[in-house]
């Protein structure tokens, strides 16, 4: 059989959103399901992609602790949240695990009435540490970066020399604690890392976690994107197709960002996100709520909406779902499908660690 044609195109019984919970859709039609929250604006990694070291140095100024959201503040505002029609929640970062007392989070999170997944991603420095107690405190599933296998790709890209054998051990951890399934997120850049890609597969084939391969991506301004730096995924499926034969598998849900493959012996599957080569505008779901309390419609935007200002001033719940109403039902983003490589450099965004993938 050969190399399978690498689409985005969604089958007509793809899973449409859940029946019976009023769906707020934006001016494109498209639901409210998925909600990032952004924990903080810290890492303790650097990774070049994402947080450069040249830009989040020693004197780079992050959010002073007063200004990020408590926890109860994030779950009244998850609350209201899934009232409009959010299903999923993903704790995303900076990097999730460095906020104090996380399980607390997950914990109160994973009491929302209505809420039917709640995951977290995390860079896996701290995992070995906590994995047993996010488990126990509610959290369902894990996402994990891991951009290679090899101690000196991977060192050099997270640039803190953090090595691949801690990340390893972390997966593992989640593994016991019983965080299924595991998603690895492979970042991969042409000339750093893409000699990589099978290995990868071909590592984790079998194991039951999935990895997924991320296109380069344009998001923010400081990571010096070029599009010549872009590995589309067509190719990165022929790659893998090349030596552990593929084939395409549907989407499980309405608004799936990977497009998924399995392997022909049934050992596993892998995902392919491609928002350079191939956007998924149309039936994006997901709205970023910053560790500040500000709502970004898209992840390559630098407007957001601010939900802490409300929230401190003495907001009720309604005042804040009619905010929440007002954002989404003018929401029109679809950058992936409209940027150019001009465009991608010129244009302002919000950094990805400050709001989450």
Known sequence: MGTPAFSSRRPANAAQPGAGTAAL????????????????????????????????????????????????????????????????IRITGGEPLVRRDIEKLVAMLSAVPGLHDLTLTTNGALLKKKARALKEAGLQR????????????????????????????G????????????KINMVVKRGVNDDDVVAMARFFQGTGHIVRFIEYMDVGTTNGWRMSDVVPAAEIVRRIAAELPLEPVEPDYYGEVANRYRYQDGSGEIGIIAS???????????ARLSAEGKLYTCLFTDVGHDFRALLRNGGTDAQLA???????????????EIRTQETAHVRPKVEMSHIGG
């Open 276 to 286: 350079v080569t191939i956007p998924f505008c149309r039936d994006c779901t997901r």
């Open 171 to 182: 997966i593992e951890a989640a593994a016991a604690a019983g965080l299924h399934p595991i």
């Open 322 to 336: 009619a905010f929440l109403q007002s954002v989404w039902r003018v929401r029109d983003d679809r950058y992936s």
């Open 25 to 88: 859709t934006d001016a494109l039609h498209r639901p409210l399901r998925d909600l990032r929250i952004s924990v903080t604006d810290r890492c303790n990694f650097r990774c070049t992609y994402c947080m450069p070291r040249e830009v989040f140095g020693p004197g780079f100024a992050f959010l002073p602790h007063r200004e990020v959201l408590t926890f109860e503040e994030i779950t009244r505002l998850a609350r209201i949240f899934v009232a409009h029609g959010v299903e999923k």
């Open 142 to 169: 894990i996402t994990v970066s891991l951009d290679s296998l090899r101690d000196e790709v991977f060192m050099a890209m997270n640039d803190v020399n953090f090595p691949v054998r801690g990340v390893l051990e």
